[in-house]
């Protein structure tokens, strides 16, 4: 129990330190990652003792609280983990994240599907292993036993199937700027746009 206070004090430091938006304790007691990580940590410590249903039951009520922060209460999370804005982060069963990682909204460490899972030995791990000090960007995907290792960084909307070394970077393609459309181009645009938004649209 004194650790899951020690760690819950962290937890709300990390907030403070790390959210420019949030400049005192008392405030980052509202900031939605909160609930998520003390919930999780409850979670997963009834988990480890074989009670999964109560755990599950915490999880999904965690979820509905957060804005969509899914944690399941069998992943493991470090020390000072923090978890930005928060909608939609998933964190599968296996996962393991490590100390002082920061995770921004949309990122998913997930497996690989049912169909290659079922193929795996019992008890193998599915999910990703996140080393320490890790930054994972908006909406990066980390999918299957893959390590991300420390120092590493995930840019935003990445997809990542494969190991990342330590202090490595991963960087989505950066989308492109085309310049202004003449007249006749945008017409025809125009056209295409207009065939394309009638069509099925009965």
Do not use: K
Request: net charge positive.
């Amino acid at each position: 129990m004194r650790r899951l206070i020690v760690r819950a004090r962290e937890d709300l430091s990390v907030i403070v330190a790390r959210d420019p938006s949030v400049r005192t304790r008392a405030e980052a007691l509202l900031h939605p990652a909160l609930p998520a990580l003390w919930t999780h940590r409850l979670a997963h410590a009834l988990y480890t003792r074989g009670h999964r249903q109560l755990a599950r039951l915490l999880a999904y009520v965690a979820r509905s609280v957060t804005g969509g922060i899914e944690i399941h209460p069998g992943a493991r999370l470090g020390r000072r983990v923090f978890i930005d804005h928060g909608a939609a982060v998933v964190i599968g069963e296996t996962a393991e994240v490590g100390d002082d990682v920061t995770i921004f909204h949309q990122v998913t460490l997930g497996s690989v599907g049912w169909w290659r899972d079922g193929r795996r030995a019992a008890g193998a791990r599915r999910h990703p292993v996140v080393g320490d000090r890790v930054v994972l960007g908006t909406n990066a995907i980390v999918l299957g036993p893959v390590t991300v290792g420390d120092d590493a960084l995930v840019g935003a909307g990445s997809l990542v199937l494969g190991d990342v070394p330590p202090g490595a970077r991963v960087m989505a393609p950066l989308g492109e700027v085309t310049p202004r459309l003449s007249a006749a181009d945008r017409e025809e645009a125009d056209e295409l746009l207009r065939a394309l938004a009638t069509s099925g649209c009965w």
